[in-house]
Structure formats: structure tokens, C-alpha cells
């Protein structure tokens, strides 16, 4: 049993819009927290917001704030990231990820080897 299932994504024009889910099971989510990250051709894997089961706490990296609003139906164990007005610079391989530790707002400077589950990734690409 995959633990991470992300479904979404895909090629949109610069300032539209796409939606992300990711689907857990085989975990305790609501003892998890779920995350988004994303790596850039070239880059290193970034955090990009986070989302605790338990008590809902947020937190978004600088470069998404205000564009991407993370959310959680507990009811069917998945966290959606919507992200709104993209960029080229957003173009990435996107991954949800969990642990059982609380979202903070260092969200940018998670470690990626710290998540103990991870998702099959998906491609964004944003065209200019």
C-alpha cells in the first residue's frame, strides 16, 4: 500500500490555476503532518507549505504566500494545495510529504530527509 497517492497537476499558462491532492493511507494521519515540496530542475528540494492533521496549523513559504492555500479533509485522509496566479519560476515537480511533527513556519527550511513518507511526485509546468 502506497502511503502517499498525489493525483493533479499538469502544463497551465502563466497566472492560472491548478490544484493538487494527495491522498494518505496506512497511517495514522491525524498524528501526521502533510507537507508540499517541489524541486526545480537543477534545484534542491523545497518545502513549500505545510498542514497539521491534529489542529490545522499553516504555514507557506515566502515565494507561494498569498498564490498557494494548502487544506486538509480529515474525513478523507487528503491534503489539496491550491495554487492560484503561477509563475514559470513555480514550474517543478511537486510531492507531498508527512511527518509526525508539527507544522512550523520554517516551512522553506525543512530537511526533506527528515519525512518519514513521501508521494510519487507530479509535474507542474507553468509557460510563459
Known amino acids: 500500500e502506497v502511503p502517499l497517492v498525489e493525483s493533479g497537476g499538469g502544463l497551465v499558462q502563466a497566472g492560472g490555476s491548478l490544484r493538487l491532492s494527495c491522498a494518505a493511507s496506512?497511517?495514522?494521519?491525524?498524528?501526521?503532518?502533510i507537507y508540499w515540496f517541489r524541486q526545480a530542475p537543477g534545484k534542491e528540494r523545497e518545502g513549500v507549505s505545510c498542514?497539521?492533521?491534529?489542529?490545522?496549523?499553516?504555514a507557506y513559504t515566502d515565494s507561494v504566500k498569498g498564490r498557494f492555500t494548502i487544506s486538509s479533509d480529515n474525513a478523507k485522509r487528503t491534503v489539496y494545495l491550491e495554487m492560484n496566479g503561477l509563475k514559470p519560476e513555480d514550474t517543478a515537480v511537486y510531492y507531498c510529504?508527512?511527518?509526525?511533527?508539527?507544522?512550523?513556519?520554517?516551512?522553506?527550511?525543512?530537511?526533506?530527509?527528515?519525512?518519514?513518507?513521501w508521494g510519487q511526485g507530479n509535474q507542474i509546468t507553468v509557460s510563459s
Open positions: 496506512g497511517f495514522s494521519f491525524k498524528d501526521y503532518t
Open positions: 510529504a508527512a511527518d509526525p511533527w508539527a507544522c512550523t513556519g520554517s516551512v522553506g527550511n525543512i530537511v526533506p530527509s527528515a519525512m518519514v513518507y
Open positions: 498542514i497539521s492533521s491534529s489542529d490545522g496549523r499553516i
